[in-house]
C-alpha cells in the first residue's frame, strides 16, 4: 500500500501545475478585479496630482519649483515602498502586504487634503509614495502566480489595464472638480481615502499565493486555494490519498529549500539572473523617467501655453482615454507576440509619440500626438509588469520585482524637476526629445531580456 501511494505521489501534479493547466474562471476574475481596483485607486492619486499641481501654481500655493519637489518626495517614498513592499510580500505574504499598502496610502491621502501648507503637503506626499510604491509590485506578483501559463502575461497586461480606469477617474475629477473653487484640490485629494476602507475587502477576500504558502511550509493553505480555484473550473481535485502524500513531500521539500536558501543566499544579483535584472532596472529607470516626466506636466505645460486651466484639463482628459486600447492592444498581442517584442515595440512608439508631442504647436496635434504617447506608453507599462514576474525563483519573486521599480521610483524623483529645468532651458521640444531617448533605451534593453512566454513560473 505504501508503495502504491509513493508512485501515485511521484506521478501527480503539483499545485502550481494544477493552477497552471485551469481555465480562466470566476475565482481568477475576483483575484483580477479585486487586486485591480486597487491599482486603479492608486493610480487616480498619482493622476490627481498633476491636476492638483497646475491648481496649486496657478492659485499661488506652491511655486513651479515646490511643485516638481512634490511630486518628486512622493516618488521618493514609491522608491523606498517598492523596495520595501517586494521584501515584505516575501516574508508576510502578497495579501497582507497589498492590505497593509493599501491603508497606508489611504489614510496619507486623506490627510493630505487637509494639509495647511505646501511643506506640509509634501510630508503626507512621501507617505502616500510609501504606500503606493509597495502595492503596485506585490499586487502584480500576486496575480501572476495565479494565473494560468497560457493567459498568465494577459492577465498581468489586464491587471495594468486598471491603472487607466484609475487614471480616467482622475482626468474626471481633475476636469470637474478640482477647478470649481480654491478648495477643489482639496476635494480630489479627499476622495483618495476610498482605498484604507478598500483595504478591508482584500484582506479578506482574495487568496494568499499558493507558492508563498508551500515556500513557509503552510501545505494545507495552499491546497484549500488551488481546491477552490478548481472548483470553480468544475475540475475534481486530487484524490485525498494522493493530497496526503503531496502535502509530506511538500513539507519536507520546503524544508531542504529553505535550509539551501539560508546556505547558499538566492540572490537577484545571482550569475544566472544578473543580465535580466540589468536590463529590468534599465527599462523601469527609463520608463519611469519619461512617463512621469510627460504626464505630471502636461496640465501645467497647457497652461503655460496658454490655455486655460480648464481647457488643459479637457485636453487632458481626451488624452487619457487613449490608455485604455493601448493596454488592449498589449493585452493580445502579449501571448502572440510574446513579451520582449511587445514591450519593444510599445516602448518604440512611445519614443516616436514623445517627439512628435515635442514638435506639437497645434490644439489637433497636441491631442492627436498625446493620444499616441497614452496609448504607448501605458501599453508598455501593462507588458512591463507582465514580465517582472516572471524573471525570479518564487522566493525572491517580491523582491525582484520591487527592487526593479525601487529603482524606477528614482528616476521618478528626478523626473519632475529635471522636466521643469529642461522646459525652462529648451523648451517643450528639448524636454521631449531627452523623454523621446530615454523611451529608446528602454526599448533596447527590453531585448536582452528572456523570453518566457508560455514558461511555468520558477518555483
Known sequence: MTTS?????????SRTDRLDRLTFNRAHGKLLVGSGLGWALDAMDVGLLSFVIAALVQQGFAT???????????????????????????????RQTFALTLVVFGIATGASALAPSITALMVLRFFIGLGLGAELPVASTLVSEFSPT??????????????????????????????????????????????????????????ESVRFLESRGRIDEAEAAVRNFERYAGTTPAAELIAQADRERDQRLAAEAAAEAREHGESIWAPQLRRRTIALWT???????????????????????GFALAKSFEFTLIITLAQLPGYAVAAWLIEVWGRRATLATFLAGSMVSAAFFGFANTEAQIIISGCLLSFFNLGAWGALYAIGPELYPTTIRGTGTGAAAGFGRIASILAPIVALSLTKSGGVVLTFTVFAIAF??????????????????AD
Open 150 to 207: 497560457k493567459i498568465r502575461g494577459r492577465m498581468v497586461v489586464w491587471l495594468e489595464a486598471f491603472w487607466a480606469l484609475g487614471w480616467i477617474l482622475a482626468a474626471l475629477v481633475g476636469t470637474y472638480v478640482v477647478p470649481t473653487s480654491e478648495d477643489g484640490w482639496r476635494w480630489a485629494l479627499a476622495i483618495g481615502m476610498l482605498p484604507a476602507a478598500y483595504a478591508v475587502v482584500v484582506r479578506w477576500g482574495l487568496p
Open 283 to 305: 527599462i523601469w529607470f527609463c520608463i519611469n523617467f519619461s512617463y512621469y516626466g510627460a504626464f505630471l506636466w502636461i496640465p501645467n505645460l497647457l497652461v503655460e501655453a
Open 64 to 94: 513651479g519649483e515646490q511643485a516638481s519637489w512634490l511630486a518628486s518626495i512622493g516618488f521618493a517614498g514609491m522608491a523606498i515602498g517598492a523596495t520595501l513592499g517586494g521584501r515584505l510580500a516575501d516574508r508576510f505574504g502578497r
Open 440 to 457: 529608446g533605451i528602454a526599448a533596447f534593453a527590453a531585448f536582452l531580456l528572456p523570453e518566457q512566454r508560455g514558461k511555468e513560473l
Open 5 to 13: 501511494i509513493s508512485r501515485d505521489a511521484q506521478y501527480a501534479p
